[in-house]
C-alpha cells in the first residue's frame, strides 16, 4: 500500500490550499481515509476523515467550517480543501487508510509520508 500526499506548500494566513492523496495497492473504495497534522513538538491530531462512499465525513473542532475533505473513488484519491488558512494550522499533513469505519485516533494501518503546510501572519 502506498499512499502519496501532495499540495503543501506556503501560504499567508486568510488563504487556501488543496492537498492531495493518491492510493495505491489497494481496493480504495473500501477503505476510509483521514488526514491528520503534527507541527513540530506537538502530537500528531485528527483533521478530518471520510467515509468509504464519501457521504460521512469529520472535523476536528478547530478546522470546522473551513477545511473540506472528499475522495474520488475513480481516481483512487482524497483531497483536503483548506480555506481561511491561519498561523496555527502550520503543520506536516498525512494521509492515513483503515479499513471498513474511519476514526479521529491515529489507529490506522497505512500512512503517506506527509506534506508540509506553513501559514505565514
Known amino acids: 500500500v502506498q499512499l502519496q500526499a501532495s499540495g503543501g506548500g506556503l501560504v499567508q494566513a486568510g488563504g487556501s490550499l488543496r492537498l492531495s492523496c493518491a492510493a495505491s495497492?489497494?481496493?480504495?473504495?473500501?477503505?476510509?481515509m483521514g488526514w491528520f497534522r503534527q507541527a513540530p513538538g506537538k502530537e500528531r491530531e485528527f483533521v478530518a476523515h471520510i467515509n468509504r462512499s464519501g457521504y460521512s465525513t469529520g472535523y476536528a473542532d478547530s478546522v470546522k467550517g473551513r477545511f473540506t475533505v472528499s475522495r474520488d473513488n475513480a481516481k483512487n484519491t482524497v483531497y483536503l480543501q483548506m480555506n481561511s488558512l491561519r498561523p496555527e494550522d502550520t503543520a506536516v499533513y498525512y494521509c492515513a487508510a483503515r479499513s471498513l469505519l474511519p476514526s479521529t485516533s491515529v489507529n490506522y494501518p497505512y500512512w503517506g509520508q506527509g506534506t508540509q503546510v506553513t501559514v505565514s501572519s
Open positions: 495497492g489497494l481496493t480504495f473504495s473500501t477503505y476510509a
